[in-house]
């Protein structure tokens, strides 16, 4: 078991954090939560595939979710280069692979059941809506429930006003650097925050571009 006190603040660095193999020749895994010691643990995890490197055909039960950081990811049904947002839901099925290499971050079995949508998209190509303060732009890619994903991106020294997480916040830096009072969150930082928790996040010079959950960790 990893990170599963859902009451408690997380933030691990990636490059701080475990990494081990997989039972696939070639993927590397780096763990950020894991329910259990097993193939099939809920988990949150960053994903390396080697060039040439492949998964066999598997079903996801429960879901995946995840957004490729680097290079291009493929499975049967495409490729899929960096910056592309995808949901599996629950059952489906494929076999992954990378030609040239790629880096993902993955959540798996974490859906609800019932939540059965299938979605693909590149963010590269889709527009940006006008965040709740100057310097700040927001990408919704899913909502479900209580339940909400999008990117945010912060341009440099802007700053957000004190808020509260009801249901909790996750979030993985992408690119630049995301500061709150409680300390400096560099590229692959990921965060979770608990139900009710509250900060006043902030960007320096560099910006941050982040991927944001809410409402999802009520416990």
């Not at 895994?29 to 193939?39: H, I, V």
């Not at 310097?135 to 994903?149: A, C, I, K, Q, R």
């Not at 979030?171 to 650097?177: D, E, R």
């Amino acid at each position: 078991m990893l990170n599963q006190n859902f009451n408690e603040k997380v933030v691990m660095h990636s490059s701080c954090s475990d990494t081990i193999s997989s039972p696939c020749s070639g993927v590397k895994r780096t763990l950020l939560e894991r329910s259990e010691d097993s193939e099939y643990a809920i988990s949150t995890t960053l994903v390396e595939f080697e060039a040439g490197s492949f998964f066999d055909e598997h079903i996801h039960d429960s879901g995946e979710e995840l957004f490729v950081l680097e290079g291009t990811f493929s499975d049967e049904s495409g490729d899929y280069a960096a910056g592309t947002y995808i949901r599996n839901p629950h059952n489906t099925k494929h076999k992954p692979f990378s030609k040239e290499g790629c880096k993902l971050f993955v959540k798996l079995r974490q859906f609800n059941k019932m939540d059965n949508k299938k979605i693909i998209i590149n963010t590269t190509d889709e527009a940006w809506l006008p965040g709740l303060v100057d310097g700040l732009s927001v990408m919704p890619l899913h909502n479900f429930e209580h339940e909400n994903t999008a990117l945010v991106k912060w341009k440099p020294n802007t700053r957000f006003t004190p808020h509260q997480h009801f249901g909790g916040e996750e979030i993985f830096v992408i690119q630049g650097t995301f500061y709150d009072e409680y300390g400096s969150y560099p590229k692959y930082t990921w965060l979770r925050s608990p139900h009710l928790s509250q900060h006043t996040p902030y960007t320096l010079d560099d910006g941050a571009l982040i991927f944001v959950k809410t409402g999802h960790l009520l416990r």
